[in-house]
């Protein structure tokens, strides 16, 4: 059974600065089949990267997606206010089945 | 304007059922996946299966295997998901989510590209 683990647990950043979420498998996965997505408090998540690097609709162009293999990263540069939130990453694997690791919070130093 | 809208919160006792409702607008039904997910208190997401709405082929989660159903109504555009056998380590937050590959275009990716806005289950005795 695949697992993904995400790291920092909490990134505690001020406005402005840049933030860098990771995200692990532990067996190798498609680069086509890691999203990531956003979760403000008391929200529905919402899908923010695609397939490792494709920003979905509307999600802005200071977020981006890179990575292989096992090690998968989701960057934020200029943290705004709206993006202090919970990042969690996603998979697709064998079986068709999905899993999330456990989230990555940013949170305001 | 697409969205999924799920019905209201429900408090349940253990070993009781509970049928949540993903109501879907703003697009052709059967040519999207529905995903369920639930968030437990401080929890991560937790992925429980998907029923695809053309042809009703359903993929369970192993952890929910046996005791989740997913079903639909074409006419009425709503996906259910129905919960068997609850305990108090059932009360979450349920989510339905759409697919974003599209059946007929044939293109999207395997993500989930519309979330509902969340239906509240309490188990309590």
């Known amino acids: 059974e695949l697992v993904l683990t995400q790291s920092p647990g909490t990134l505690s950043l001020s406005p402005g600065e840049s933030a860098t979420l990771s995200c692990r498998a532990s067996?190798?996965?498609?680069?086509?089949?890691l999203a990531w997505y956003q979760q403000r408090p008391g929200q529905a998540p919402s899908l923010l990267i695609y397939?490792?690097?494709s920003r979905a609709t509307g999600t802005p162009d200071r977020f981006s997606g890179s990575g292989s293999g096992t090690d998968f990263t989701l960057t934020i540069s200029r943290l705004e206010p709206e993006d202090f939130a919970v990042y969690y990453c996603?998979?697709?694997?064998?079986?068709?089945?999905?899993?999330f690791g456990p989230g990555t919070k940013v949170e305001i130093k | 304007q697409v969205q999924l809208v799920q019905s209201g919160a429900e408090v349940k006792k253990p070993g009781a059922s509970v049928k949540i409702s993903c109501v879907a607008s703003?697009?052709?039904?059967?040519?999207?996946?529905i995903h369920w997910v639930r968030q437990a208190p401080g929890r991560r997401l937790e992925w429980m299966g998907w029923?695809?709405?053309?042809?009703?082929?359903?993929k369970y989660s192993q952890i929910f295997e046996g005791r989740v159903s997913l079903t639909f109504d074409t006419p009425a555009s709503t996906a259910h998901m129905e919960l068997t056998s609850l305990t108090s380590e059932d009360t979450a937050v349920y989510y339905c989510?759409?697919?974003?590959?599209?059946?007929?275009?044939?293109?999207?990716?395997?993500?989930?590209?519309?979330w509902g806005q969340g239906t509240t289950v309490i188990v309590s005795s």
């Open positions: 703003g697009y052709l039904f059967t040519t999207h996946d």
């Open positions: 029923i695809n709405a053309g042809n009703g082929q359903t």
């Open positions: 067996q190798s996965i498609s680069r086509s089949f």
């Open positions: 989510a759409r697919g974003a590959w599209n059946y007929d275009l044939l293109i999207g990716e395997p993500a989930f590209d519309i």
């Open positions: 996603q998979q697709y694997g064998s079986s068709f089945q999905f899993t």
């Open positions: 397939g490792t690097s």
